[in-house]
């Protein structure tokens, strides 16, 4: 009988086994990046921790639809579109783009569904959600927005926690985004603006708020329930609190039954703030010359419910991490003594399965679940070391590392990490500028990709390279 998966639901506070609504078919949705900057690695550790989740989800069997948003209608995106002076589309293309491009490079995988929240289909939506709420008696309109009555939930406030005792009737807030611990009526539907985009619909022109967007693009994809919600635990209050309350207002049904939030990410032993200057993205951790996949193996490193404290010490470390595992993975395939499977090799791949999908059973653990991988390797490499290893028995270890890898990702990619296409592009303009004499580009690119692990040789038959 399989092991069930448990998770701790912040509705509760509990762990508790995980079961969806339909046997064997999970749906789950992640609030993805408000498209005015690029995303920080503060926000792909919540997106590395839900790739991971649906990749186990994927290793125990289920079907999983994923989806994750687009905020590219909010007061971030509107301001940054109006200081660049860009059309809102345009303006959020780009950092929709930039986001695609450090995920790939995370190696999260694409997911069934990017809803926009300007699109017009899921625009549609959201009227349709507020026209819900009016007939239910929870919303009300003031200078030409309209607002949803906390009052009229008396549920409101069972995600987070939080204490209502001081709430002031009538008290409310049209910011997209408002102080922790302040609960107020929100702003459903913002009535228009001089220079904000707005739309003529049936609840009158205007444009959504950043909590309703949320809720009718989940609903419009995955129903009215569904299985898994997903963010940062900056998001439990208000975003996804009011989230639950207009969704369950409007329908009267239970919106979701597990939210998984992952902790705060530490930069250097420091909060990180943009003030702080500690707020790096994936880019320019890269540019420095780290491995995005010893970021993604780092981000792993702790559980997603514990605060992880991230260094380039921390990076360096999880890519002699990776090495380690990668020359194994190297040593095992070069093995060709014919043989059987022995019982002691047997066992010990099942042992460690069974060490690994226990640790992940338990809340997604995956510091367990790599220590189970590496007490393999430990194995691995004592068994090499005694040149009695069988190609079958080679086989069978880096069989069980790879169905790990699964759901890590992080093994096996030494070579397309440092020929990935950025660095590919930086070879090809390199071999262009010697092309027309510009050595001094060249060298700059040279010493570029020297800081990438990769040492460039120039040949008569061409650049050749080779790494480190």
């Not at 609504?21 to 926000?43: D, F």
């Not at 409310?172 to 619909?201: C, H, I, M, Q």
Request: proline share 3%; with cysteine; hydrophobic share 35%.
């Amino acid at each position: 009988m399989q092991r069930p998966l448990k998770l701790t639901n912040t509705l509760g506070g509990a762990k508790e086994v995980f079961e969806s609504i339909e046997p064997g078919y999970a749906r789950m949705y992640t609030c993805g990046l408000t498209v005015y900057n690029r995303g920080h690695i503060g926000n792909f550790r919540t997106f590395v921790a839900q790739d991971v989740l649906r990749r186990y989800l994927k290793y125990k069997g289920y079907r999983v639809t994923q989806v994750v948003n687009f905020t590219d209608v909010d007061d971030k995106t509107i301001a940054g579109a109006q200081a660049a002076g860009l059309p809102l589309r345009e303006y959020t293309d780009k950092y929709i783009e930039y986001f695609y491009q450090d995920a790939d490079s995370l190696h999260i995988e694409r997911v069934e569904h990017y809803p926009r929240a300007a699109d017009p289909q899921y625009l549609a939506a959201m009227v349709e959600l507020v026209k819900k709420l009016e007939k239910r008696g929870h919303t009300y309109r003031s200078d030409g927005s309209i607002y949803f009555r906390i009052s009229t939930f008396p549920a409101y406030g069972k995600l987070s926690r939080i204490d209502l005792a001081g709430i002031q009737t009538g008290a409310r807030v049209d910011s997209d985004d408002y102080a922790k611990e302040d609960a107020r009526d929100f702003v459903l539907w913002k009535g228009p603006k001089e220079n904000e985009p707005s739309w003529d619909t049936d609840i009158g022109p205007g444009r959504p708020g950043w909590h309703l967007e949320c809720s009718a693009m989940s609903m419009k994809l995955l129903g009215e329930s569904f299985d898994l919600h997903g963010g940062g635990v900056d998001l439990i209050f208000p975003h996804h609190e009011n989230e639950i309350a207009q969704s369950e207002g409007a329908t009267g049904k239970p919106f979701v039954r597990y939210w998984i939030h992952p902790e705060f990410l530490l930069v250097e032993g420091e909060k990180m703030a943009k003030s702080r200057g500690n707020q790096f993205t994936v880019r320019e951790l890269a540019d420095e010359g780290y491995s995005p996949v010893a970021i993604r193996y780092l981000l792993l490193s702790a559980h997603y419910r514990k605060q992880l404290n991230f260094s380039r010490e921390g990076v360096r470390q999880a890519e002699q991490a990776v090495r380690r595992v990668d020359d194994l993975l190297g040593r095992l395939a070069e093995v060709r003594t014919e043989g059987s499977v022995s019982a002691g090799i047997q066992e010990m791949t099942r042992r460690a399965r069974e060490a690994f999908e226990g640790a992940m059973d338990d809340d997604l653990n995956t510091p367990g679940a790599l220590g189970a991988l590496f007490d393999l390797v430990r194995e691995g490499n004592i068994a090499l070391s005694s040149s009695s290893l069988t190609k079958e028995e080679a086989s069978q270890m880096v069989e069980t590392i790879e169905r790990m890898n699964t759901v890590l990702d992080v093994f096996g990619h030494t070579q397309a990490v440092l020929l990935d296409d950025e660095v590919e592009k930086l070879i090809t303009e390199r071999r262009e500028a010697r092309a027309r004499r510009d050595f001094a580009r060249s060298d700059a690119i040279r010493d570029q990709l020297a800081a990438r692990g990769i040492v460039l040789e120039d040949t008569p038959a061409g650049i050749r390279w080779r790494r480190k």
